[in-house]
C-alpha cells in the first residue's frame, strides 16, 4: 500500500483546510485508515480514523466538531475536512492506513497499530 497526501499549507486562525491521501495497491474501502499529526516537540496524536467497509469515524477530543473524515472509495482516497482552524492544529499530517485492523475498538487505534504511512504534509495556522 502506498499513501501519498495533498492539500496541506497555511492558514489563518479560523479558516479551513482540507488534506487528501490517494491509496494505492489496496482499496480504500478495506482498509482501517486514519489521520495522525506531529507538532514539533510533541508526540504523534491520532486526529480522525475510518473504519472499512461501514465507514464508522473516530475523532480526537481536540478535533471533535472542527474535523470530519471521509471516504471516497471510487477513488481509493481519504479526506480531512479541517474547519475553524486554530493555531495548536499546525503539525505534520500523517495518513496511515492497514488491511488488518478493524478500526472498530471505538476509538483511533494507536499509531504502532498502522503498517503503512505516508510521507505527511504540513499545515501551518497563524
Known amino acids: 500500500v502506498q499513501l501519498v497526501e495533498s492539500g496541506g499549507g497555511s492558514v489563518q486562525a479560523g479558516g479551513a483546510l482540507k488534506l487528501s491521501c490517494a491509496a494505492s495497491g489496496y482499496s480504500a474501502v478495506t482498509l482501517c485508515m486514519a489521520w495522525f499529526r506531529q507538532a514539533p516537540g510533541k508526540e504523534r496524536e491520532g486526529v480522525a480514523a475510518?473504519?472499512?467497509?461501514?465507514?464508522?469515524?473516530w475523532y480526537g477530543d481536540s478535533v471533535k466538531g472542527r474535523f470530519t473524515i471521509s471516504r471516497d472509495d471510487n477513488q481509493r482516497t481519504i479526506y480531512l475536512q479541517m474547519n475553524s482552524l486554530e493555531p495548536e492544529d499546525t503539525a505534520i499530517y500523517y495518513c496511515a492506513a492497514d488491511p488488518f485492523l478493524g478500526c472498530l475498538r471505538g476509538s483511533i487505534p494507536p499509531d504502532n497499530d498502522f503498517t503503512y504511512w505516508g510521507q505527511g504534509t504540513q499545515v501551518t495556522v497563524s
Open positions: 475510518i473504519s472499512p467497509g461501514s465507514g464508522r469515524r
